[in-house]
DNA sequence: TGTAGGCATCCATACCTGTCGCT
DNA sequence: AGCGACAGGTATGGATGCCT
């Protein structure tokens, strides 16, 4: 019988001492399935004597293959040895020990991504399965097969999914599982059944684990699961002698790589992962990513650090709120689950831990697939120390308001440029054609390997957007192209950017390197053809230009490059008035459609307080809307003048900063750091990663010095001046003073000068 | 287990210079 | 006059978070 079945996620179990794939599996109707298939991981020895190699294998029983493979396009003999363990990578060690001039590939790779590579199945697509052997044991179904087959994306399954929160009670600092108990977990069942567990904790990690086993979800979606709940949990049950059996078939989480923690048959999601990959969120709390999706959701917020205190008083305000968490988690998996799914089919990286992955395995999970349908080996991450090279161009800015400014953005630039030149690790060659401006050659032929990937990625993305177009943008098939699309555009765009990281295995710096000094060629000739138009280059970063006088003259700039550059180039849109400074990568603009847009400026950056974002984003629109410096200036003297009156609340006051190391590896004591030591000395846990906010407070001595946690400011001992000082007036000065307004303009308040004030 | 480099900015810190008091 | 302490100014580089 043959089946088709959703693949949910795979491992690779030993059973009789034979390791088994485990394909962890959904039917249409949403019923599970484990398909069974033996495995045996290998790896390749590729050297000059492979017949040698071959029999010494054979007599010490090994089983061997003689194949042909590819290393960076080049042809080599390679033999494949199979090895029925897991731990391939000691095995292959000792094999190899006493050969001369053998090279090893493979080895490293993780027999379960193996199997998939190796039999083209990707995970969240759907398989076909030539069943051998079906049994039933309780409601699982297993199927035995030697054959499966890839059927490619399709519609999802109906899948089981349970949201979670959990709350636990600490006096002082960060919860640590040693000592504070767990006292509420709120979820979600599958069929919408909201339960919230408390009182003897015992008696709730028991309730928990019965209501799992009973409800049998396939997703856990939860925030800071991954990193705090399941290892937490798994150490109170331990301490209650219970076991933290959530996993299919009774087992109990573990941790697996990339940070992440596995719950045998189960997805499990932590939002957490994917905040922390936005990088337009500033703390990456739930509330925040909440927001960045557009889900009008209410939280009343309790934070970590009143969490105990506000139990005490009042434990209806947690439990409402950790409800809510649960709701927002399950509201914001419907939003993305197309998105995760896509993201998991199109790198090949289980749904499961694809989200934990970084986006260098990503790509390199996705160019694994494309090496084995070519018979490229996989090789090792390099061993080097990484040497800078030089990247995009940037020209600066010319300082002053601009009226009337076109922005022309190159389409993709780096990925077309490898595909133009053939820009790849296996075309690289002293006979190439193709020249780079710093002097690297590409061969013409035969297509190399990164520029075939991006093609292939481009021509799908393509075909996507052009089917979008037929369809209803709000209907499940628009939704899930959509979420296809941007997965694909991810990337693809993020190709470039491997090969130039030094822990790829096809890093590749030559290829990084060709790339971006064909981007600064293109982009300097297009600046030279700009002018000769007639247009003059206000400013251009990297693979963009800003054009003034452009009536009549972009159209021939744009068939120019399209035509002689053989690039696409797009008017990407016009601004009514843009204000640049003296600063690259700074500038705010009004466009056509009245939209104001604010790029590098402190309005935009996390690390500054939100009274000088709100400033200087005023001020701003202000200058912009009227072209009135006056106006604009008046509006950035209220801001000051609420300062010195103190009406402004102490939230906008919180700078936020992150920590991004271990806090003895500082050399220089910052304020967030000495604030971060403070909490750590109270017994709060500080992870590199962890966002930490203060308040300047009064007082004497450095900077960091004054800094407090933000949550134990009053109002009456913040430094209000180092406020104006060194937040809103420079802020503010930063787009008056282009136009020619002075600090103490800025300062004077009805006719004295603020000074005065202090 | 980090896609890349380019860039501005703040602040701690090291270093430099001039002044002052003391011998 | 010579020396050291010290204040104040300046150059440098660590650190962060942005842009494309």
């Given at each position: 019988m043959v089946r088709q079945l959703w693949l949910l996620d795979i491992a690779l179990e030993i059973e009789d001492g034979k390791p088994i794939a485990w394909l962890w599996c959904k039917d249409s109707l949403g019923e599970t399935y484990v398909v069974k298939k033996e495995y045996s991981p290998n790896f390749y020895i590729v050297g000059d004597v492979v017949e040698e190699i071959v029999a010494f294998l054979k007599t010490h029983g090994y089983r061997v293959e003689?194949?042909?493979?590819?290393?960076?396009?080049?042809?080599?003999?390679?033999?494949?040895?199979?090895?029925?363990?897991?731990?391939?990578?000691?095995?292959?060690?000792?094999?190899?020990?006493?050969?001369?001039?053998?090279?090893?590939?493979?080895?490293?790779?993780?027999?379960?991504?193996?199997?998939?590579?190796e039999n083209r199945v990707k995970p969240s697509g759907d398989i076909i399965v030539h069943e051998s052997m079906f049994k039933e044991q309780g409601s699982l179904k297993i199927i035995e097969t030697d054959k499966v087959e890839y059927a490619g994306v399709s519609t999802l399954p109906p899948l089981k999914i349970m949201s979670l929160d959990f709350v636990y009670y600490s006096e002082a600092g960060s919860p640590r599982p040693e000592r504070d108990p767990v006292i509420l977990i709120s979820l979600i069942t599958s069929s919408g059944e909201k339960i919230q567990l408390s009182g003897d904790e015992k008696k709730i990690l028991r309730e928990f684990v019965e209501i799992v086993e009973r409800d049998d979800p396939d997703v856990f979606v939860s925030f800071s699961s991954n990193r705090l709940h399941w290892n937490y949990l798994q150490e109170r049950a331990r301490r209650h002698g219970l076991r933290l059996t959530i996993g299919r078939l009774s087992s109990e989480?573990?941790?697996?790589?990339?940070?992440?923690?596995?719950?045998?048959?189960r997805i499990n999601i932590d939002l957490e992962d994917m905040a922390k990959d936005i990088p337009e969120l500033t703390v990456e709390t739930l509330e925040e990513f909440v927001d960045y999706l557009g889900l009008k959701l209410e939280l009343d917020t309790v934070e970590e650090w009143e969490v105990a205190e506000t139990w005490k008083k009042n434990p209806e305000r947690v439990k409402k709120y950790s409800m809510q968490k649960a709701e927002a988690l399950l509201k914001c998996f419907e939003v993305l689950k197309e998105y995760i799914f896509s993201l998991s089919e199109l790198t090949g990286i289980p749904a499961d831990y694809v989200l934990t992955a970084s986006t260098g395995f990503r790509v390199e999970n996705y160019l694994m697939y494309l090496a084995v349908e070519l018979g490229e080996l996989i090789p090792k991450k390099p061993e080097i120390t990484p040497t800078p090279y030089v990247g995009g161009l940037v020209k600066s800015p010319e300082p002053g308001l601009h009226k009337d400014v076109?922005?022309?953005?190159?389409?993709?630039?780096?990925?077309?440029?490898?595909?133009?030149?053939?820009?790849?690790?296996?075309?690289?060659?002293d006979d190439g054609e193709y020249v780079s401006p710093n002097n690297y050659r590409f061969k013409k032929e035969?297509?190399?390997f990164l520029p075939r990937a991006l093609k292939t990625l481009i021509e799908e993305r393509r075909k996507i957007q052009q089917k979008l177009r037929t369809l209803d943008p709000n209907s499940t098939e628009a939704r899930v192209l959509d979420a296809r699309q941007r997965a694909i555009k991810v990337i693809s765009n993020a190709?470039?950017?491997?090969?130039?990281?030094?822990?790829?295995?096809?890093?590749?710096?030559?290829?990084?390197?060709?790339?971006?000094?064909?981007?600064?060629?293109?982009?300097?000739?297009?600046?030279?053809?700009?002018s000769e138009l007639g247009m003059k280059v206000i400013y251009s970063d990297t693979d963009s230009l800003f054009l003034q006088n452009y009536t009549g003259k972009i159209e021939k700039f744009l068939k120019w490059i399209e035509e002689d550059l053989g690039l696409e180039a797009k008017l990407e849109k016009i601004y009514k008035m843009v204000i640049f400074t003296e600063a690259k990568k700074k500038y705010a603009g009004i466009t056509s459609e009245s939209i104001i847009d604010i790029v590098g400026l402190e309005a935009v950056r996390g690390d500054w307080s939100y009274i000088a974002r709100e400033a200087q984003r005023d001020t701003v629109k202000t200058l912009l809307e009227t072209g009135n410096v006056h106006e604009a200036l008046k509006i950035s003297k209220n801001y000051i003048k609420k300062l010195i009156n103190r009406e402004v609340e102490l939230r906008k006051l919180i700078i936020w900063k992150q920590i991004t190391r271990s806090l003895d590896e500082y050399e220089a004591t910052q304020p967030h750091v000495n604030v971060a030591r403070q909490l750590v000395q109270e017994g709060w846990k500080i992870q590199p990663g962890d966002k930490v906010?203060?308040?300047?407070?009064?007082?004497?001595?450095?900077?960091?010095?004054?800094?407090?946690?933000?949550?134990?400011?009053?109002?009456e001992e913040v430094d209000w001046d180092y406020y104006i000082e060194k937040q809103v007036a420079p802020a503010c000065l930063r787009v008056l003073e282009p136009l020619g307004v002075k600090i103490e303009e800025l300062k004077s308040i009805g006719g004295t000068s603020l000074m005065d004030f202090f």
């Open positions: 003689e194949v042909s493979r590819k290393i960076r396009g080049r042809s080599v003999k390679a033999v494949k040895v199979y090895v029925n363990v897991e731990d391939v990578e000691s095995i292959a060690k000792k094999i190899i020990k006493n050969m001369k001039n053998v090279e090893v590939y493979e080895e490293d790779v993780r027999p379960s991504i193996k199997f998939l590579l989480p573990h941790t697996s790589i990339h940070g992440h923690v596995s719950i045998r048959g076109a922005v022309v953005d190159f389409r993709s630039m780096y990925p077309s440029l490898m595909i133009k030149y053939n820009i790849s690790f296996d075309t690289l060659s035969p297509e190399g190709i470039y950017g491997y090969t130039g990281w030094a822990g790829a295995r096809w890093y590749t710096r030559e290829v990084a390197e060709a790339t971006t000094s064909w981007g600064r060629h293109v982009i300097m000739e297009s600046m030279k053809k700009a906010g203060y308040i300047i407070v009064k007082g004497s001595g450095p900077l960091y010095k004054r800094a407090k946690p933000y949550f134990k400011v009053h109002p």
